[in-house]
């Protein structure tokens, strides 16, 4: 997946927010395959199991058997056509999620050789506050920021001032 590059900034981002967030004596179970960053969230000592694989538009069995505290779930939610349906299965109290923000200048991004790398989705902020507010979620925290590339032309350019990524902190609305 990061043959090509290596996502250093959105991953410095990321564990900073975590952290904040997040202590390392709360388990953890992150959506998705083991990847990466669920390996550098174990090197800072937090305690992660990942999810198998499984479509997890249909498939919930990892979700509700998990006893976690906390969810990541980073850049996820842009792969599936109904994210609403994992986020409302979800036990823990705690969740963590980033997202590629939806660029007017850019379209949804879409892998032609791997139909697991896709974009479904790319959201406005809002539209990802009012999913988690609709699915039971209250947001704590947020933050945004770009991703830019070393590369001319108008594209890069503004990408070194529009927000790319989002991610938000949030917790459980007692029912």
Known sequence: MYENSYPSKRFQNTLSFLKKHISTD???LDLGVKNPFSEIMVKEGYQVENTQG????LVFDSVLN???EVVTAFEIFEHLLAPFNVLREIKAKKLVASIPLKLWFSP????KTDVWDRHYHEFEDWQF?????????EIKAREKWTNP??????RPLLRSFTPRYYI???EKKES
């Open 26 to 28: 709360e388990s953890v």
């Open 54 to 57: 499984e479509d997890l538009d």
């Open 66 to 68: 998990s006893a976690s």
């Open 108 to 111: 949804a991004y879409r892998s």
């Open 129 to 137: 506050d009012w999913l988690l507010e609709k699915a039971g979620w």
């Open 149 to 154: 590339v070393k590369k001319i032309g108008l």
């Open 168 to 170: 938000v902190y949030a």
